[in-house]
């Protein structure tokens, strides 16, 4: 199936400083990523729909000037979290819808997460 | 609004047995609707997908799921389950990546 990278998948950061995860489509362009956070035994939610070229769309309750997202082209998209504090400390994963047709396109394919503490 | 629900938050089976991991969908059509896989501490695997055609599809590791739009369902099934199975599923619709709030998979040796 099509891999998604995110990188860091572990970072520690101080507070008050900025951090900036990678999502990359390795072999397949999406236009179309998502950023989610994820608490300890709960579900995915959904901060923010990230699309190539255009302004992030975020969800309900999610501050677009704390988390910075950028989609430059087709295979990157990241996420900047501003100013981090403790309770940003979180598991935060992305994915990445393909494009095109065949048997793999409009298919959501996600990345590894990557775990973000702030001390 | 567009949502999908998964009726079970924890469900436990003995290894060798079968199951059946519930996914409801509320959508104005048909939806892409997939179904992933999630180990403690890492990210979600892609289990398997339906976009259209035969409402029976196969994935990978066993699993099975079956479209049903007259029930608006969309159920994960495994024949025989492994203890390697523990983990976290959901169920997940396209169009605004929308994802059940999961199930917990327990197996009993």
């Known amino acids: 199936g099509a891999v998604v990278s995110q990188h860091p998948s572990r970072v520690i950061c101080k507070s008050g400083t900025s951090v900036k995860i990678e999502c990359r489509s390795l072999d397949f362009q999406a236009t179309t990523m998502f950023w989610y956070r994820q608490f300890p035994k709960k579900s995915l939610m959904l901060m923010a729909t990230s699309n190539e070229g255009s302004k992030a769309t975020y969800e309900q309750g999610v501050e677009k000037d704390k988390f910075l997202i950028n989609h430059a082209s087709l295979t990157l998209s990241t996420l900047t979290v501003t100013s981090a504090h403790p309770e940003d400390s979180s598991f935060y994963i992305c994915?990445?819808?393909?494009?095109?047709?065949?048997?793999?396109?409009?298919?959501?394919?996600f990345g590894e997460g990557s775990w973000l503490t702030v001390v | 609004a567009q949502s999908v629900t998964q009726p079970d938050i924890h469900i436990t089976v003995s290894e060798g047995a079968s199951l059946e991991l519930r996914c409801n969908y509320s959508y104005g059509a048909t939806p892409y609707l997939f179904w992933y896989v999630q180990s403690p501490g890492q990210g979600l695997q892609l289990l398997l997908k339906y976009f259209s055609g035969d409402t029976l599809v196969q994935g990978i590791k066993g699993f099975e799921a079956e479209f049903k739009r007259s029930q608006s369902s969309f159920n994960l099934r495994k024949p025989s389950v492994h203890w390697s199975d523990a983990a976290e599923y959901f169920c997940a619709a396209a169009g605004k990546s929308t994802f059940g709030d999961g199930t917990t998979l327990t197996v009993k040796p």
């Open positions: 994915s990445a819808r393909s494009i095109g047709g065949g048997a793999d396109g409009n298919t959501i394919y």
